[in-house]
């Protein structure tokens, strides 16, 4: 199987507070990878970096293919409220003729299980329907990468469960590499092929994990199961090992704002 994407000594800075600390993994076509890791420990910078919204300080990312789109967690602020869901999920799109645009954005809408709210706004919908759209507007760009950046966070229990078989049927059925990162051990393990545990701040890697459980998981059975429960533990271990190391809050919540300035200003 070849790899999807290509991650060699990945660090990156602000100012003096140093995020990433060299990081390198890769990630094969068709795979879910999820990255865990403690609060604050540039989870949310790999993914920016990977995605092209900053650029890292040092290290090479090498991306097979050239299309690839990023599912935040703020799924609200993420959607055009003028816009119909179809619209939304269009966006992207805006270089496709138009009949094609439409013949996509159906697809993925029915994808997710929104077809028939294709003329609604996101205003009307529920936070996880929303989320949905936002995971169709990705589908709908077909990307060779698909990176989520916490994307169940702000949901409900319920809603997070849905989600994440949702995630799991559409990547099943279209073949889609995905990146998650999540600050969830239960989802990750649910989730995954792998697991990349990274430790505190500056992030480095402290296991690349295999999942030893069935491509078929369901919410009850899998999270019984011995190998989930044995898998699930060692992550905590691990995290508790690797997170151990002095976070300065201040330079950590400087280094956000200077994050986040960079990815807006890149964006726009």
Not at 174 to 203: F, K, M, N, Q, W
Request: glycine share 8%; aromatic share 6%; charged share 25%.
């Amino acid at each position: 199987m070849s790899n999807m994407l290509e991650v060699a000594d990945l660090g990156h800075t602000y100012g003096d507070y140093e995020a990433i600390g060299g990081l390198t993994f890769t990630v094969r076509a068709g795979e879910l990878v999820c990255v865990v890791g403690p609060s604050g420990c540039g989870k949310s910078t790999l993914l920016r970096t990977i995605s092209g919204l900053i650029e890292p300080s040092r290290g090479d990312v090498s991306l097979k293919g050239s299309h690839l789109a990023v599912v935040f967690q703020d799924y609200q602020r993420s959607l055009f409220p003028w816009l119909t869901v179809q619209g939304n999920v269009e966006f992207p799109l805006r270089s496709l003729p138009r009949a094609e645009r439409r013949v996509r954005a159906a697809e993925a809408l029915e994808w997710v299980g929104l077809g028939a709210a294709a003329k609604k706004r996101p205003w009307q919908l529920s936070g996880g329907m929303q989320q949905r759209v936002a995971i169709a507007r990705a589908l709908a760009y077909r990307p060779a990468l698909l990176l989520m950046d916490e994307p169940f966070a702000s949901v409900d229990a319920q809603t997070r469960f849905e989600l994440e078989d949702l995630l799991l049927r559409v990547r099943r059925e279209h073949d889609t590499t995905v990146l998650v990162v999540t600050h969830d051990i239960d989802e990750s393990v649910y989730l995954g092929d792998r697991i990349l545990v990274l430790s505190g701040s500056p992030a480095k890697l402290v296991a690349d994990l295999e999942v030893p459980l069935p491509a078929e998981r369901d919410q009850v059975t899998t999270r019984t199961d011995e190998a989930f429960v044995a898998l699930r533990s060692k992550v905590a271990r691990l995290l508790n090992v690797g997170g151990k190391q002095t976070l300065d809050v201040e330079k950590w919540a400087a280094a956000e704002r200077e994050s986040l300035s960079e990815t807006v200003s890149t964006s726009s």
